[in-house]
């Protein structure tokens, strides 16, 4: 291993940190790909040998720097929220650190700048993206529902926050579903369960996240806060655009000229579009077009004719995955 030498001349970056230590606390392992922000690549932290991904950016890249730095950030306010929870809340598990964290949603450990070049160091998941998973059929369409709900609870976790966070860019590729010790992908440990003794309201249902089944990844462009002025702010001063997010995936408020408000129907939108992309999967096709039902409300042009959080898309996937009785259908 071989300390970071100093930059003083533009090369490739995959070339200069692969095999690398960096900051004395990095090891820089191989490189995995590069995302729509920056180069990412997998290594150890050398304290306690614990994998981790670390992302780099240049500074010639303004936009892409932003957006890593918005991830830290966003990462980091979670992170600082999830430890101030009582570790006992069925949402939260433990590690081996102690600290309360929140499963389906990954740690941040490390910003800093070195040579002209921005880190930000992460966990590592293990697992295959949605996308990935779906297309290679590993699931029965009752785990392929089962991932659909950990992602919901997820992500209502993010909307429920004292903050709160919009993800702004929920997709397949985003969505990693974990592999267990043995390269198995989702456990089913990580799956619903159902409880008789359980009272607790039906939007939400008990959910053992310990098997870490799903990960919601990349928060680069996510927004943060209550206000309406502030969510605008931070929308139309990405490096002087308004569109942001994947197209494909992203609902109409976020590309619109001098910036619109983002709430927790953007994210909605999109779990609807992440729904009639996944209905192609299933095999039942009662269930497909249930979830097609769904995605229809989520999708809407307008946001207030959406659902108005979470809970009610989780609701509606619950009775489309046979929870007779669990509430009442508000699919229009």
Known sequence: ???????????????????????ERYYIEKYMCSGGMS??????????????????????????????????????????????????????????????????????????????????????????????????NDHSDDTRMKILLLLCHVIQYLHDMPVPVYHCDIKPSNIIIGEDK???????????ESDQSDTRDNADIYIDHEAYGVTLIDYGTAVTGHDRHDIIRKMSGRSGITGFGTLAYAAPEQFISGGSVTDVGTDIYAIGVLLKYSAEYFEDKRTASGLIKIAKRCTFKHIKRRYANMAEVICELMTIAGFEGCCKSLII
């Open 1 to 23: 291993m071989k300390s970071m030498n100093i930059i003083k001349y533009k090369k490739d970056i995959t070339d200069i940190l692969c095999g690398r230590i960096i900051e």
């Open 39 to 136: 180069v990412i690549f997998s290594g150890t932290r050398v304290e306690d040998n614990r994998r981790i991904i670390i992302k780099a950016c240049e500074h010639d890249q303004t936009t892409y720097r932003k957006a890593l730095k918005n991830e830290y950030d966003v990462l980091n306010l979670i992170n600082g929220y999830n430890k101030t929870k009582n570790v006992l809340n069925s949402n939260i598990i433990s590690n081996n650190t102690g600290k309360g964290i929140i499963a389906g949603i990954p740690q941040v450990y490390d910003y800093f700048t070195k040579e002209n070049t921005d880190f930000l160091v992460m966990e590592y998941i293990q697992g295959k993206t949605l996308d990935n998973a779906f297309k290679m």
């Open 182 to 192: 043995d390269g198995d992908s989702f456990s089913s440990k990580g799956c619903m």
